[in-house]
């Protein structure tokens, strides 16, 4: 492993009045703060002067001794908090003291800071990893925060009359009685179509996500948002297979071995999937074989969801201290500790393997690393096959048609298998017919069509809804790639909306709530440019998915690993439903709860339910979502 001098994991939090000659309620900060201890339980820090305050929990990485926060710069007119890894902070370091800039710690983000005093908003342009942070500048009277490119830390805010708070989670403003809790009806309707909430907004009216590759600027009472970077803006060049797997093959290389600094033991996370593979084959080679890396698994007892038998199969073939476990249907005693730790409803059910995985790694190490981003940024996905397909039947088969069969084929029982023929079959043709074309993929990442909110929904939220449009930000982010390549604008809007919203808040969510850091090399900066400098036809060719990936590491990893199919880390929640997960599922969708709500029509819900657990249909995404939605109301609204 490599053993370098460097960084914090952290939450970071505060408070900016308007008015300057308010003071900030020191309280009321130690009370935010001390909301995002799991996020940093070994430290804490505070900065507080007139009309401002910073405050921040520590998980020490790197510098343990003196890395404390916040920072402050010479003569003590700008202070920093920060939460993330800078990877490239030593080449910083060097080229801001050759400026006459003076550091007071090892720490890799206190490169931010004196960036920013040399650059201004241009630092971020400089720097290479993954970060959220908040500079306060007491020579403007300036709050300047950011988000790192792909979103793998948080940032939230809100602007209420007399001031600006902002923290890494909406559970550290919500401690306060001035934020409002009013519920945002168009995220709920968001939420209950893809199973997240889609940034910038969030289930509370008056709370906003930053969004990744944005900074914010708090001056005079008024909140400005931009874009520092976008990977559309990169131009897609011509590559030679050849040529484009061996760049592929030292760009993420390079980005693994800058991503192993650490002052604290660290590991890798490991599916069996080329992308949680090609991480682990690329720390045995960086390490040099100096030490075995650590990998950690979780199973199923249900065959077609296990997937320990592949990862037994790179961890022997690296030699790894290989660590496993099982996920069990007794989850449900998680349910009401970790659907609350999001903030607002979030239904990704992987989220439990992800939280039980990270729980298993912080016994033996700090920092873990995983593949995630590898499938957004290669086409691992079956829906792009899946919208490939669709363009060629509509050129023969009219629409009627495909309705008489999506009509057909729901009459089929589904599967108690996690994909299988019969459930494919189901998923696709209802996702031809009940999505809109121009949302391209999403057609089957969407669970709650129209037609279904329209006996689902009560007519005072149908009302609420009337001037929204859910599928507005998919279409937006499909157009944003400003490219003809149909692939690639798939690729962009997932980096945007299901990578961001779904993956990466799972991920940041699940393991930060056991003290563990996660890190993403498929996230380089280098890796994100040089994916989006290929074409399509380099990432799926001829129905090989990731095509240019496998190229790039056939030499590298088990021929078996390179031609399995993409799995998916989900978990047999259909069938956990209907057995050990029936009576909570029952308990929270009783139709009392229901009707009080206001939202939902009760028979249709009861329906739903009687449905599932005779087995004629499987609503478990639908249901699992309003469980979660329930659970949330439970600690947040009521």
């Known amino acids: 492993m490599f053993w370098l001098d460097l960084a914090v994991m952290c939450g970071i939090t505060g408070i900016v009045e308007r008015d300057f000659a308010r003071p900030v309620d020191r309280a009321q900060l130690e009370r935010m703060v001390e909301t995002l201890r799991h996020r940093g339980p070994d430290d804490r820090g505070q900065f507080v002067k007139q009309g401002v305050g910073l405050g921040m929990r520590r998980l020490s990485i790197i510098d343990v001794e003196s890395g404390q926060q916040p920072f402050a710069n010479e003569d003590g007119t700008v202070h920093l908090v920060a939460n993330g890894e800078i990877y490239n902070h030593a080449r910083l370091r060097d080229e801001l003291s050759a400026k006459g800039h003076r550091f007071r710690s090892s720490s890799d983000v206190e490169v931010i800071l004196h960036g920013y005093e040399a650059f201004g908003v241009e630092v971020l342009s400089r720097l290479r990893g993954m970060f959220a942070f908040a500079i306060w500048d007491g020579r403007t009277r300036r709050l300047f ?8 830390k948080p940032l939230f805010y809100t602007q209420i009359p007399d001031r600006l708070l902002f923290a890494s989670e909406m559970k550290a403003l919500l401690v306060r009685s001035d934020v409002s809790r009013e519920v945002d009806f168009e995220a709920l309707d968001q939420f209950l179509t893809y199973e997240y909430v889609l940034s910038p907004r969030t289930m509370f009216s008056d709370i906003r996500a930053v969004p990744p590759a944005h900074y914010l600027v708090y001056e005079r009472g008024a909140v400005k948002i931009e874009r520092y970077w976008d990977v559309a803006s990169v131009p897609v060049r011509s590559w030679s297979d050849e040529e484009a797997a061996s760049e592929l093959r030292s760009t993420l290389g390079r980005a693994v071995a800058g991503q192993m600094m650490s002052d604290v033991p660290l590991g890798a996370f490991l599916s069996g999937g080329i992308d949680s593979s090609a991480i682990v084959g690329l720390m045995d080679e960086a390490s040099g074989g100096a030490s075995p890396v650590n990998t950690f698994s979780m199973g199923f007892a249900a065959a077609s969801y296990n997937e320990l038998p592949y990862a037994r199969e790179v961890a022997s073939r690296f030699g790894t201290n290989h660590r496993e476990g099982m996920v069990e249907p007794d989850l449900s005693t998680l349910f009401e500790d970790l659907v609350t730790q999001f903030d607002q409803p979030f239904a990704d059910v992987s989220l439990f393997p992800t939280y039980l995985v990270s729980q298993m790694a912080r016994e033996h190490v ?59 079959l189901r998923r696709f043709t209802q996702g031809l017919v009940a999505g809109p074309s121009e949302i391209a993929h999403y057609r089957w990442m969407t669970f709650l069509d129209g037609p279904a909110k329209l006996r689902f929904y009560t007519p005072a939220l149908q009302d609420a809804l009337v001037k929204s449009d859910v599928y507005a930000p998919i279409r937006r982010h499909l157009r944003g790639a400003h490219t003809d390549d149909l692939l690639n ?34 996230l380089d900066v280098d890796v994100m440019e040089l994916a989006f400098s290929m074409p399509g036809s380099l990432k ?60 939902f029509e009760p028979t249709e819900l009861s329906r739903l339910v009687r449905e599932h657990l005779a087995g004629q249909q499987n609503h478990a995404h639908v249901l699992f979502s309003l469980m979660v939605l329930e659970r949330w109301c439970d600690a947040y609204v009521d």
């Open 145 to 152: 925060a950011a988000r790192d490119r792909a979103g793998e």
């Open 366 to 424: 700090a920092v873990a690393l995983s593949g995630d981003g590898g499938d957004e940024l290669f086409g691992g996905y079956d829906t792009y096959e899946a919208e490939a397909l669709a363009h060629r039947i509509s050129r023969f088969v009219p629409n009627g048609a495909m309705q008489i069969v999506a009509a057909m084929t729901a009459m089929l029982p589904p599967s108690e298998k996690k994909k299988g023929f019969v459930n494919k």
């Open 489 to 522: 604008r798939q690729l962009y809007a997932d980096l945007q909306v299901y990578l961001n919203d779904d993956i990466l808040v799972k991920v940041d969510r699940m393991s930060m709530a056991t003290s563990l850091e996660t890190r993403a090399p498929f």
């Open 540 to 599: 799926i060719r001829n129905g090989r998915r990731k095509y240019v990936l496998k190229e790039a590491m056939k030499t590298l990893l088990p021929q078996s690993v390179l031609e399995r199919e993409k799995e998916g880390f989900s978990i047999p929640m259909k069938t956990w439903l209907r057995g050990a997960w029936a009576p909570l599922m029952q308990d929270l969708l009783d139709s009392h709860r229901t009707r009080r709500r206001g939202w």
